[in-house]
């Protein structure tokens, strides 16, 4: 009876070698049993090296970027479809988007999301449109926007007769208070019953948790009724 060999043609050691620990039947393969001999796991574990063809490596994660966008042409030519056109064709997806008329001149603030050659993809687009179009374009990496649990969105509405520094005047006491503004949208206008030139700001604010709210409330008010402002501040309810 021939000795037991492995794939390398060398024999295997036999349970009577002191030299080396014993193998179990399973370890050893009799090169008569089949043509040739395929490595088996011995008592100690599977041999080193060796994988399941049914193991898969694991996959990578997906390594996203981001893309900040703000883009300003003329009323007549808004740059909003040149804009997410590109993103779209480029494989990105558009995470966040802001569209507003200042002037004369259609502002579109946008983000953009996917993988690294596709968002490198997006900024060559992006230069040739800014040559092609009449289309000014600001855009540089960025990144998401960190989770702030520890803040609570609040609305403030301001509603004032026009003059000078209100939104400097708002914009410092938030600051004073560390208080973040997450968004703002101010306005100037004229009343239809009166002519008077009118202020007014919608304001979303996070305020830390940690804040005593009815305090903070009442120097607001009071901060406000110095300026002659009307103004309230409620907790966001969505």
Known sequence: MSQPQDVTGMC?????????????TAARVDSRACGCAVPQVSS????????????????????ENFLLINAFAPQTHSPLVAITKRITDCGCNLTEA?????GRDVSVLALAQGPWDAIAKLESALARLEREEQ??????RTGPKPAQTNMLPYVVEVIAADKPGILYQLAEFFLHHDISIEQLQSTRYRAMQTGADMFSAQITVGIPANTHIAALRD????????????????????
């Open 98 to 102: 802001r569209v507003a008329t200042l």
């Open 219 to 238: 120097d607001f008010l009071e901060f406000c009724d110095g300026l002659n402002l009307d103004a309230i501040m409620d907790p966001m309810k969505y």
């Open 135 to 140: 289309i000014r374009l600001v855009h540089y």
């Open 12 to 24: 295997l050691p036999s349970p009577s070698d002191e030299a080396f620990p014993p193998y179990s």
């Open 44 to 63: 100690f574990g599977p041999i080193p090296g060796w994988r399941a063809l049914t193991d898969s490596p694991p996959r990578p994660a997906t390594n």
